[in-house]
């Protein structure tokens, strides 16, 4: 029983790890945190996929490494990781780095539990149901249903799944097969996750019809009803309406209250992305944007984008109250979910969801709440409303700079035209050369390493640059940084 | 245009949020890691919902609150979790905590980014390209495809999309309705995530068709083919086989070579829902239970299982190389994946997922990897079956223990029989009786807060214990004192 032997002692080391840990954790602060959050250190240390692949040694051993190389390594990848934390990276819906989101996090991370039963997660399956009714306030719903998942894609599908259930439970056993084809209505500026959602459900892309947007990019409610009676003509049954609230490109907000009554009209269920525009909901001045959100069926909003509880954090909410996503999603497994518990089985939600093991992710929301308050995380919100209100103010200033639209939300989209275009608007090929403006002057910044921003084309619009400020550290002086840096970036082209 | 002039300082006070982070690590370390691992403290500090909800005063609320107080909830939070890292905590297939993953974790957190774009994510874009290697190289898959879900229940429902997609493309634009009525197959001891995954789908649970299993819980490979046969007599076409290698409660490997032999006869798709097994791929000693696993079309494998990454850690990994996953998910949204960047576009994978933003899985594991090394990993990995060993052997000499089965991985199944119902096997109340022992002592041992381990029934089998240990920091100490905690706690039963 040589082996048995071998089990007298631990094969883990905790002196060494812990030392490992606080050392790691040191380095942590030193290169991520603190030269990640410093205006004068690079945004990205770029360097091409292969020689980035050199430089890090990436392939894994039969042999362990020192605790000085893993050390080294800890370094590297921080080096040349992107800070999304710098108060110059603008090219996500999220940016910025929360101290208290942070310490929630790396809670979360050492404690390392499941939130399915109480019995496994005491803490979180309370602290979830709290920070989701808090939520749902926002929405204006006094009572409802809800959980955290992946991610705002993930919580859409939750949403078209849930709809489809309520109005056709047989299909959770017998499969779309045994239910009508089903039409989806979303606008042109929705998602992708819609469109993914529909694949990976059975229902199809070609089932979603999509509802035409005015000038600002948002949907047109009198095209929505249109959509509807066609879908029905064509035989499709109308379950399920997306509307954006704060799309993905230009960040406009689709009519909530109007398209609200043309889903109670027809009877369907009214789902709200609100992933990204959710968080204007803490703000009693940008609120009204959603105007009507509490009319909706179900609604998905990420508080890692705008609240920056970094990813991923996502929360699905449901105005239901009667168990419907426990019926939807229930397959009563019963090593899990036991009948003769000791302890209120109610409190064990785990089988809501589509998941098992799912991770914690309202502790980082909800820490980041209790330092700020609700009020501090209106201010926050206020406040990425102002940046980008400065900064439109500023382009409309700015020669060679154009607001692709008047910003509603907090996306700023603007193209840079460089001073050998300007006054070309009548040219053919003006909008082909405009089109390669923003791609090099990413390029340029990029290698640079002096900020990060997005483009992309829209429609027949070409290449603009959307920009997004979330992030509480940034100041006039990197908004105005930012503009310069356009221009000294592309006035050659 | 005081609200511009506001802007001229950063709202977030580096400084203080720094400290707040060093107070709040050391608190994790000290109050976390360090009692967490302690043999002589709490599993949890057990206490009923109500009261719980009272302690820690969960409520969001206008204000703030001073950093003081949010440490002391750092502090409330860890002590009222349960201590997965705990050397007596066998409760769930994860536990223990590996330093250098969590060191992975930590910085991951920090670093705050989404595996979408190779702009945004440079480091973990190749990294997780060079674990998916590894692990398909274990597989024994020379080439192939994959990423990291959230989990393994997302991971199995990637692989009937997949599936799907690959014998029906047309299913993507058209829905279900375009395609023949889908049979899946599995066993009677699979995953719930193979119903959670056919009824999200539009699959429908009634179309599972749950084959038989022997006396060990492994598929039975005629019955397999019995009812193949059977869903084609009823107009059903089979797509999908889900193989499970580790299930959930015994542990039990269904015998793929076999089954591999059956798909191939039948053209059909073979999955191994290797989420819980699948580590014993590092066993030279214990990979022969996956025999034919390289035979497969898709595995799903959960590091964070076994491997003790953390959550979440999950591994679909596929054997086509062709761009099957990226054909099957794709939307080829424009403002993420651009079609002219700078850099080579094939490093941009975000699109082969149903996410968007997609948390980073991969360096948690990775870093522990390079720590250990993959013969540092085998050992823990037989380590952990040589516990299993240990334990049943204990238990054989134990009056009043019986095994379940025969352990032939390291999930520990057994009754424990008190004294009051020993020799009394032949009594028309004695499974009643007996399935109440184990939810009794269960209910003592988190009162008492001195381990943890979880029970279920199982077919006709009541409630038995099923003991887990991966957490190389266990010892035979640890081992010998849950056997004589389970006698003390249920002798008088
Ligand atoms: C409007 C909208 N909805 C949903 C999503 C998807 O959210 P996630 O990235 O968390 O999946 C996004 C992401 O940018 C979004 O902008
Ligand atoms: C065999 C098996 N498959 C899949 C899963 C699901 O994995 P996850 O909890 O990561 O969703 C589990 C979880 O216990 C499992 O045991």
Redesign the interface.
Known sequence: MA??N???????D?V???E???K??QI??EE???K??DASEKV?D????EE??QI?D????????PQER?LD??R???R??????H?RFF??L?S?????A??G???T??????QYT??????????EE??LK?LRELIGWEEGDGLFS?????SN?YAM?VA?YHRFPD????????IP??AVFTSQEC???I?????????????IYLVAVDEKGKMIPADLEKKINQAKSERAFPFFVNATCGT??LGAFDPVAEIAEVCARHKIWLHVDAAWGGSALLSQRHRHLLNGVERADSVAW?P?KMLMT???CSAFLLRDNSGLLQRC?C??????F?T?????RA?DRGDQT??????VDC?KL??M????????LE??VD?AF??T??LA?EIKKREGFQLVIEPEFINLCFWYVPPSLRGKEGCTDYCLRLG?VA?MI??RM?KKGSM?V?????GNRV?FF?QVVT???????D?DFFLDEIERLGRDL
């Open positions: 082996e048995h071998a089990l007298l002692c631990p094969a883990l905790k060494a790890g812990e490992f840990l606080q790691a954790f942590m602060l991520g945190v603190r990640g959050m990205c770029w360097k091409e996929p980035l692949q890090l990436l392939d894994l051993k039969d042999g362990g490494e893993l390594r800890c590297d990848v921080i040349y990781s992107v800070k999304t934390c108060p090219n996500q999220f910025g780095l929360d101290p208290h942070l310490a996090r790396l809670i991370e050492m404690l390392n539990t499941s109480y019995e496994i997660a005491p803490v979180f399956v309370l602290m709290v920070v808090k992946p991610g705002g894609s993930i599908m799944n489809r299909c959770k056993q017998k499969g779309n097969w045994a084809k089903l998602h992708y996750s469109q993914k959602g529909a694949a990976f459900l059975g229902i199809g892309t070609d089932n993905t490109v990420n890692h970094g990813l991923q999603h397959a009563e497994a019963t090593y899990l036991q003769d518990k000791f302890y209120n409190y589509i998941q098992c093991g799912r991770k502790f909800w820490l709440w209790k330092a700020n308050g609700t009020r501090g201010q926050r406040r102002a940046m209100r400065y103010d390669k791609p990413k390029e990029m990060m997005s483009y992309q084309p829209l290449n959307r992030n509480p550290a940034v100041t006039r002086e908004l």
